[in-house]
């Protein structure tokens, strides 16, 4: 499979993962407030400390997401966290793919596209995506 067909299923996961959040208003203001209340240090350290767990949760299909205990607890969280995952690997995947770093490049020619692919998202965070918009971990800003 080319990176390009690669980065297509994984939109596919993503949108397999926004589904999970079928929230009305109230429900998704209170996720929100929820993980404002959390912190942005402990939902780094959250995200850290549930990494493996969420890298089941993207590779597991939606109907083993919804059955496996592991999932359970946190479940809204643990799927935030693969959402952001995802969106992150989707940035990278995207910057190698339009510099066509897996085309049998010359190893050199390769080193000096793979380090502008490096500069290009070394800085990008997705710590404060979320499916339905912008968020940001200032209380103060929300409340």
């Not at 949108?15 to 996720?31: G, M, Y």
């Not at 404002?36 to 240090?41: A, C, I, M, P």
């Not at 066509?100 to 490096?118: D, H, I, V």
Request: proline share 2%; glycine share 4%.
């Amino acid at each position: 499979m080319d990176l390009d067909r690669y980065i297509s299923e994984l939109k596919g996961i993503v949108e397999e993962i926004v589904d999970e959040f079928d929230f009305d208003e109230a429900r998704f203001a209170l996720f929100e407030h929820d993980l404002r209340s959390e912190g942005f240090e402990n939902w780094l350290q959250f995200k850290r400390d549930k990494l493996s767990i969420v890298r089941d949760f993207i590779s597991s299909t939606p109907s083993q997401r919804s059955k496996l205990k592991k999932f359970q607890e946190n479940y809204f969280f643990i799927a935030l966290a693969a959402y952001q995952e995802c969106i992150g690997t989707i940035w990278m995947l995207e910057s190698m793919s339009k510099r066509n770093l897996l085309s049998g490049l010359p190893y050199r020619k390769f080193a000096g596209l793979a380090s502008e692919t490096f500069s290009e998202i070394a800085n990008l965070s997705t710590d404060c995506e979320l499916p339905w918009g912008e968020f940001s971990f200032d209380v103060e800003t929300h409340t």
